[in-house]
């Protein structure tokens, strides 16, 4: 009886090793397993171009991030979307949360694309870290897991106002009093919500607008819009356009040979690399109100300095040229969600994740772009109803020049003075 005690005790202790090694294995492997992130972004159709700069940037950052061992020994992988359009990018973000078991998304590039992803995301309590779309309407939804990395509408349309009022008058030689400015915009989320902003700032502003018109970026034929504008003979032009539009816009100015002494770009269709590779030189000396491409050095934060001479190193490396500012915020973004907020995480949980982020308060200079962060929780006196946006992303306004894009204002981001003020005409450009 002894002896089958012992061998019972025996049997008991091998067991009881055994389901350790087991638990102690299953453990591991699970510590092993990559954090899945779903990246929703225009990978095919018009806005293409765009969102795989957005990638190349992202993936960066992702490899640079795995190459320093990952998150909490986890190394991060990215699960691709094809957000074409509004229907697909919520479809897609469907799918990857409903067939990938995806908890945590992050894309999108345009304003559009943005509230579609965010809109399912939220509807399966899923948490975004949207990085560069920016109609207001995103954080206004009173949704609890979007988080707006990059900069609001708004803000595109006061720097592109406070570049006219506190550089290029000056630079024109005319007060602003008798300075012409002229608005043009496409009337979907985006430009009708920097229009509206724009609008409402330069009104503050005491400017008054000599053109104020909204078209539908499909359209084929911007002759109409070209001769309004020669007739009212603006000094400054302020357009908001994607792509293909604002492609079109640029060549049937050169055919109707409508000139003006500064152009300045909100964005998208004039951040786009489709722009020099359509027009070529002729894209020299437009101004971008943007995310900044790359900023004066001296803004950021010691250890932020290196991680950028790193990102623009690998990814003029890759792509033979320098980033645009989305792309730039791109990575910026999902940098701050990798050293930031994901390696504070136990669970992943979006609820966990939104705790995180909410306590965030990270100064101007912090991310790559010069943005810092500090997200509103319907707590912003300024919008009560207003949650997930950083009030801290910058944004100023870059020119376009002969060899690629220099950050011009403000002054504290400028990476170079403004060229070609007042603008050349097309025959000269």
Same mark, same amino acid.
């Given at each position: 009886m002894n002896e089958l005690g012992a061998t019972m005790r025996s049997f008991l202790r091998l067991s009881a090793m055994f389901a350790s090694i087991v638990l102690m294995l299953g453990t591991n492997a699970s510590a092993q397993e990559p954090i899945r992130i779903g990246v929703l972004l225009p990978f095919t159709g018009p806005l293409a171009k765009n969102g795989i700069e957005n990638w190349e940037a992202m993936q960066i950052a992702r490899d640079m991030i795995n190459e320093r061992g990952g998150l909490n020994g986890r190394k991060v992988e990215y699960v691709q979307g094809d957000a074409t359009t509004p229907n697909a990018a919520i479809s897609e973000?469907?799918?990857? @949360?409903?067939k990938e078991g995806i908890k945590i998304t992050t894309g999108s590039f345009a304003s559009p694309l943005a509230i579609a992803v965010s809109q399912a995301a939220e509807r399966h309590g899923v948490f975004h870290w949207?990085?560069?779309g920016a109609a207001e309407i995103i954080t206004r939804r009173g949704f609890k897991h979007t988080f707006q990395v990059g900069a609001p509408a708004r803000k595109y349309g006061q720097a592109a106002v406070d570049f006219v009022v506190e550089d290029l008058s000056a630079r024109l030689k005319k007060p602003m009093s008798n300075l012409r400015m002229a608005l043009l915009w496409e009337n979907r989320a985006f430009g009708k919500s920097v229009g509206d902003g724009i609008r409402a700032y330069s009104e503050k502003k005491g400017i008054k607008?000599?053109? $104020?018109?909204?078209? $539908?970026?499909?359209?084929?034929?911007?002759?109409? @819009?070209?001769q309004k504008l020669k007739d009212v003979k603006p000094d400054v032009l302020i357009a908001i356009s994607f792509p293909n539009d604002a492609i079109l816009f640029?060549? &049937? /100015? &050169?055919?109707?040979?409508?000139?003006?002494?500064?152009?300045?770009g909100v964005s998208a269709g004039y951040s786009a690399p489709d722009l020099r590779d359509s027009i070529g030189n002729s894209v020299t000396g437009i101004f971008v109100a943007d995310f900044p491409p790359k900023v004066n050095a001296n803004v950021l934060k010691p250890e932020v300095k290196k991680v950028a001479e790193e990102f623009y190193k690998?990814?003029?490396? *890759?792509? &033979?040229?320098?980033?645009?500012?989305? /792309?730039a915020?791109?990575? !910026?973004?999902v940098w701050a969600l990798f050293t930031e907020v994901l390696p504070k995480a136990k669970t992943y949980e979006p609820a966990e994740l939104r705790d995180i982020v909410l306590k965030l308060d990270l100064p101007e200079g912090s991310l790559v772009n010069g943005s810092g962060i500090k997200f509103t929780n319907f707590d912003w006196p300024d919008d009560p109803k207003d949650a997930g946006q950083n009030l801290r992303a !910058? @944004?100023?306004?870059?020119?376009?020049? *002969?060899?690629g894009n220099e950050q011009v204002f403000p002054p504290s981001l400028a990476t170079h003075e403004p060229i070609q003020v007042p603008l050349p005409g097309w025959d000269k450009r």
């Open positions: 973000t469907e799918r990857l @949360i409903t949207e990085t560069t607008l000599v053109y $104020d018109e909204g078209y $539908d970026q499909t359209a084929t034929d911007m002759t109409p @819009i070209v640029q060549r &049937k /100015a &050169k055919e109707l040979d409508f000139n003006v002494n500064a152009f300045i690998r990814y003029e490396a *890759k792509l &033979k040229r320098a980033p645009a500012g989305h /792309a915020a791109g990575f !910026s973004a !910058s @944004i100023g306004v870059w020119q376009w020049t *002969k060899d």
